[in-house]
């Protein structure tokens, strides 16, 4: 059983298209996260998610929204679509309690835009 | 101010050779302290934690890390490499002020040679 599923896993856009990434976890975890990854391994955190409520929205362009339908699942939407938006995007998610520093990965979703 | 330091970019070892990956930290707190693998083209797992109980930890794997404070250090070791231990590898900080967001460090690249 998959703890953290994305969809897609590779996406090919071209540049000023809208394009959707989602995310579902199977944890019961109540909260979830969005990392961005460059070419360089780098990486850095985008939102995070508390039972559907937003909790970290670092500075990110607002063409990144994400939405929260429930805390199982956590979808990033991009607008416009730009070259340095090519990266892979991770998604994540923690428990809250003891143990919530605790990070579970899915496998990614390599963006390129051409 | 919280931060985190992967002493080196690339670490090239002979298979059956020990591995060590260096790691500094920098918190006001105690913190909570991590290890993350990330094989070629997959997501991120957790090799280890550290969470104020024992210091030396031990992960998945047969890698285990010593937590010394006096050193402000958080070191990833293994005994003898395998070539499936070929990956990037994260250490991260989780800070006592901050309930959800992670420090990264930028990634160790863990190069075996046959």
């Known amino acids: 059983d998959t703890a953290v599923s994305q969809t897609p896993k590779y996406l090919v856009t071209q540049m000023g298209n809208d394009k959707s990434i989602k995310c579902e976890q199977n944890?019961?975890?109540?909260?979830m996260y969005w990392y961005k990854q460059d070419s360089k391994k780098f990486l850095k955190i985008m939102f995070s998610?508390?039972?559907?409520?937003?909790?970290i929205n670092e500075t990110v362009p607002n063409r990144f929204s994400p939405k929260s339908p429930d805390k199982a699942h956590l979808n990033l939407h991009i607008n416009s679509l730009e070259l340095g938006d090519s990266a892979v995007y991770f998604c994540?998610?923690?428990?809250?309690?003891?143990?919530?520093?605790?990070?579970?990965f899915g496998a990614g979703t390599r963006l390129s835009v051409l | 101010a919280q931060s985190v330091t992967q002493l080196d970019s690339h670490v090239s070892v002979s298979e059956g050779t020990p591995v060590l990956l260096r790691c500094n930290y920098s918190?006001?707190?105690?913190?909570?302290l991590f290890w993350y693998v990330q094989h070629p083209n997959k997501g991120l797992q957790l090799l280890l934690k550290?969470?104020?109980?024992a210091t030396l930890v031990k992960g998945i794997n047969g890698f285990e890390a010593e937590f010394k404070k006096s050193e402000t250090s958080f070191h990833l070791t293994k005994p003898s490499a395998h070539m499936s231990d070929a990956a990037e590898y994260f250490c991260?900080?989780?800070?006592?002020?901050?309930?959800?967001?992670?420090?990264w460090g930028a990634g160790t690249k863990l190069i075996i040679k046959p």
């Open positions: 994540a998610s923690s428990q809250d309690g003891g143990a919530k520093n605790i990070q579970y």
């Open positions: 944890l019961g975890h109540d909260t």
């Open positions: 998610y508390n039972n559907k409520e937003l909790i």
């Open positions: 918190s006001s707190y105690s913190p909570s």
């Open positions: 550290y969470t104020s109980a």
């Open positions: 991260v900080v989780a800070p006592m002020d901050s309930n959800y967001q992670l420090i």
